[in-house]
């Protein structure tokens, strides 16, 4: 049975993913900085960061390939040094690790936030000038694994690049905005039509089996990953109030009103360094960024999402409805020291 590595296994992405690979017949370990908060069933979980040598060796024993998940990207509370150190320096440490133990395939999800300031439209053509620590340091493992693929025999790494994915289980901004729509007190802010590319998470674990099953794929091979029919901000919020059964707002706060309403909330923020719901940082994310996204390669490859980009916003609603209003998200950052988990660990286990 063919034994696969996924890396930051434990969380939102990483569930769908291991599940599809156990229903496929795969062998599945789990390297993860946390437990998975669901049943393992037959996968094996280790606990431990993909920074360190020694715990990436060990779960690498006996695998023969990896779907490397694990990642600083949160927007709040993560350096740029630790963006760096996890997204560049873990695939640095994986890489080496992977030549020793002679795996020669991968999977790597970077993200569409490489491409920052870059024009549209954004194909995988174009050149990546990312404004972001996060992007910034995501570009820089993709390097990682294209040298990788590059300097060996019949090595493959796969990059997929997502946009914005959401689903059920998932509390990160689609949950935020769900939640406040369903709260019956969001007022949406401008005008709402930048337009925001999103991805759908079982389409995305979808087209992350097709792609990876392919026998006539180069070394190193980059795809975007957005569902469509793009969809405004606007056209977003209406879908989720129409999922939850809530009418469409008629009315919107101009710019200028919510941003001269958050600046009480930035000062908080500045002060505390908590991570509060609203800023102004959220406000022009929301209302006013356009970020879209071309995918034309991964469809022109066969590709063809079973769920529809609304259908999705709805399967997401109703779990909110059934389970997901009634849980607390939580996040769990990345230790800026390597080691600090396994540290925890062993005083955990009265070591």
């Known amino acids: 049975m063919t034994s696969i590595l996924v890396t930051g296994g434990s969380g939102f992405i990483g569930r769908y993913m291991c599940e599809r690979l156990v229903t496929l017949g795969f062998d599945v370990v789990i390297l993860d900085l946390v437990r998975p908060s669901w049943p393992l069933g037959p996968m094996k979980f280790v606990q431990g960061d993909v920074r360190d040598a020694e715990a990436v060796r060990s779960v690498l024993h006996g695998c023969d390939e990896v779907i490397h998940l694990a990642a600083a990207h949160h927007d709040f509370g993560i350096t740029k040094d630790t963006y760096f150190d996890v997204n560049e320096g873990g695939s640095r440490v994986l890489l080496a690790e992977m030549a020793k133990a002679g795996i020669r395939r991968v999977c790597f999800y970077s993200s569409v936030a490489v491409y920052g300031s870059a024009p549209e439209p954004r194909t995988e053509d174009v050149i ?103 969809l405004t901000s606007r056209e977003i919020c209406d879908t989720i109030s129409e999922a939850l059964g809530r009418r469409p707002a008629s009315l919107a706060l101009p710019l200028g009103v919510a941003y001269a309403l958050a600046a009480p909330f930035d000062a908080m923020i500045h002060l505390t360094g908590r991570n509060l719901p609203i800023s102004s940082a959220r406000i022009k994310k929301l209302a006013t960024m356009r970020t879209k996204f071309e995918a034309e390669k991964v469809r022109a490859a066969g590709f063809e999402p079973t769920v529809a980009l609304r259908e999705g916003i709805h399967r997401m609603a109703r779990w909110f409805l059934d389970e997901g209003r009634r849980q607390s998200p939580q996040s769990h950052l990345p230790p800026e020291r390597v080691g600090a988990v396994a540290k925890r660990a062993r005083r955990a286990a009265g070591a």
Do not use: C
Not at 136 to 155: P, T, Y
Not at 185 to 192: A, H, L, R
């Open 128 to 230: 990546a000038a990312p404004t972001s620590p996060y992007g910034a340091s995501k570009l820089a493992g993709e390097e990682e694994f294209r040298r990788w693929a590059l300097n060996g025999a019949d090595r493959r790494a796969l990059i997929i690049r997502p946009s914005v994915v959401f689903g059920p289980r998932n509390f990160a901004n689609m949950f935020a905005l769900v939640r406040q729509i369903h709260s019956g007190i969001y007022v949406p802010i401008g005008p709402g039509t930048n337009v925001k590319s999103l991805a759908y998470v079982e389409n995305l674990i979808d087209a992350t089996m097709m792609l990876r099953a392919r026998t006539d794929a180069p070394a190193f091979d980059v795809y975007n990953y957005v569902d469509l029919p793009n």
